[in-house]
């Protein structure tokens, strides 16, 4: 199991999203995050917790998360959102090395050059979004179509396989039960090289949602901290993308 926590304090917050979790900022609000993670699962442990954004004092917030580990509380500790080149200065400057990061990561932004660089400090990258959201057409892209078709698969199977023989970890997000049926069954067929090639050639390398190099979208994130820290309530809380 997994949890994604922003802040204890905060009200309004789905405590269990199963196979990942998130920490927000600062070593002691990070401690606190995890145990009432805890509280609330009504575990003694957690399978993965991951640190959610690349902003404020993830260092503190690491260390926590490294505590925590040790302590055999959490079985696996990542981060969440960072690029490469924050990756590495993570992987190389802390004690304990992330071992999931998770990334947008769907056919038009295939995380190409990001992949070589988790893979060669042996993190594991895991795709939020494996579906884009459906965004820029995928779900009735006619390549995904045409490979669906050949296999007597949806375009979501095709997806989920393509990441899958990438390598890379896959948790899509549905409330339907015959979907969730759907997503598991993707181990009855394999996507050609061919197949794998034709995807390849959908690649955009541009988020589909927004990036978080951008000096904007950083503004907005700490915005919504100071306005969480404020309000206390991130129940009706809008995203800016």
Not at 113 to 137: H, M, T, V
Not at 145 to 152: D, L
Request: hydrophobic letters at 40%; glycine letters at 6%.
């Amino acid at each position: 199991m997994g949890e994604r926590c922003w802040n204890p304090s905060y009200k309004g917050e789905n405590p269990a999203h199963v196979g990942r979790g998130g920490c927000w900022i600062f070593y002691e609000a990070c401690k606190k995050s995890v145990e009432e993670s805890l509280k609330k699962l009504k575990t003694d442990y957690i399978d993965l917790m991951l640190l959610h954004q690349p902003f404020g004092d993830a260092y503190g917030a690491w260390r926590a998360l490294e505590e925590f580990y040790e302590k055999g509380i959490l079985k696996a500790i990542g981060i969440s959102n960072f690029y490469a080149d924050r990756m590495v200065e993570f992987a190389s400057f802390n004690r304990i090395k992330p071992m999931v990061n998770q990334v947008e990561c769907h056919p038009l932004n295939q995380q190409i050059e990001a992949k070589k660089w988790n893979d060669k400090y042996g993190i594991q990258l895991e795709a939020w979004a494996p579906f884009g959201e459906g965004r820029g057409g995928l779900f009735e892209n006619p390549v995904l179509k045409e490979i669906a078709a050949a296999h007597g698969k949806t375009t979501a199977q095709v997806m989920l396989r393509w990441h899958l023989q990438r390598g890379i970890v896959v948790i899509p997000k549905s409330t339907h039960k015959e979907r969730m049926a759907e997503n598991l069954n993707v181990f009855d067929f394999t996507l050609t090289a061919e197949e794998m090639a034709k995807i390849t050639a959908l690649d955009t390398a541009t988020s589909s949602f927004f990036s978080h190099q951008d000096p904007a979208m950083v503004e907005w994130f700490v915005k919504m901290v100071e306005e969480r820290k404020e309000q206390q309530d991130s129940s009706n809380e809008k995203k800016a993308w």
